[in-house]
């Protein structure tokens, strides 16, 4: 039951960091940013930025990425902060996956930057920016795999005395937008789907690593799976010594030991998938860092691999144990036990 319950767990973890990590990115690059093209802004004027939403025609969001030095009650840091303008180029959802509109009472915080501040909802903090305090109220804290950030939406920034300088412009797939790109406030330039690309190729170059670990897996449950096996046959020798004696066929006794494994291996399944997902939920703990949270997720394919793996890998070892009723010794199973 052990060696069935490691193996479904070691081979869940597996898959599932894979199926995470490619999980986050399309997250990211597809359903949280949806625009076609980001293009960093500096120093644009007031006149150049009405100039570009006339060119753009409505197809576009501004956005200020910044940092400044955030204090609560119990900590100071200095965060990632993102001011929003409208547009539908950047969603956030909460951990349900709705949807959710930015605030303009407060401001929204991803989970893993509110448990490093130690603030919850509806309490308030300080964002301190060239020389100037703002407190603004924590409305809503989310799940998010990055950034870790606090979103502020452009209306609440200037409710509480902030000023909005857009640092990117958020487009869509605009027949205009080689205009904007020869603008002088433009600088760098990235197209979504090749951000995604390269999000993808760095979990292409840990696929050797993910492949060793589902080998070292499948491995690890034939030797475990294989060595218990024989323990047991060893255990039981003199049982199936005696139901020989009694007239039992060879194929009536493999069909015990493959029903008794049966028994086993149903136990460990049920037993293991949910330590399987628990302990997928701690292993993409650890390969998350502070910028990229990365959420358990393991797709239905993967776990049928997975689970076909396991039981395979199981029977195998029940089929390879059962061929040797043939050659037991009757007169060593079956002399006195001194």
């Not at 396991?310 to 043939?326: M, W």
């Amino acid at each position: 039951v052990i060696g069935v319950l490691g193996s479904i767990t070691l081979l869940m973890a597996s898959f599932g960091i894979q199926d995470s990590v490619k999980n986050a990115n399309q997250n990211i690059y597809g359903k949280q940013y949806s625009y076609y093209e980001k293009i960093e802004i500096n120093n644009i004027s007031d006149k150049e930025k009405e100039n570009a939403e006339n060119i753009l025609q409505g197809d576009f969001q501004w956005i200020n990425e910044g940092s400044a030095e955030v204090r609560t009650k119990n900590n100071v840091k200095t965060c990632t902060i993102d001011i929003i303008d409208n547009g539908y180029y950047l969603t956030l959802t909460n951990d349900k996956g709705s949807v959710i509109d930015l605030p303009t009472d407060g401001v929204v915080i991803s989970e893993t930057l509110a448990k490093e501040l130690g603030i919850s909802e509806n309490e308030y903090l300080k964002i301190y920016e060239l020389s100037k305090n703002y407190v603004v109220k924590v409305d809503k804290i989310i799940p998010l795999n990055t950034p870790q950030a606090i979103f502020i939406s452009n209306v609440y920034w200037k409710k509480v005395g902030g000023v909005f300088l857009p640092t990117s412009l958020f487009v869509g797939n605009n027949s205009n937008i080689d205009k904007i790109e020869n603008q002088n406030y433009s600088k760098n330039v990235y197209i979504l789907k090749s951000q995604l690309k390269e999000a993808d190729d760095v979990l292409s170059s840990i696929k050797a690593i993910i492949f060793m670990l589902i080998a070292a897996a499948v491995l690890l449950s034939i030797v475990i799976l294989y060595n218990l096996g024989m323990l047991s046959y060893t255990e039981r020798n003199r049982e199936y010594a005696t139901l020989r004696v009694l007239g039992f066929y060879n194929s009536e006794i493999k069909s015990l030991i493959f029903k008794d494994s049966a028994f086993n291996i149903i136990i460990g399944l049920i037993l293991g998938i949910p330590c399987g997902f628990q302990f997928l939920k701690i292993y993409v703990n650890v390969v998350s860092t502070s910028t990229i949270k990365y959420f358990a997720y393991l797709n239905i394919a993967s776990f049928v691999i997975a689970l076909g793996i396991t039981i395979g890998c199981s029977l195998a070892v029940c089929y390879l144990v059962s061929k040797k009723v043939k050659s037991i010794d009757m007169v060593e199973a079956l002399k006195s036990i001194e």
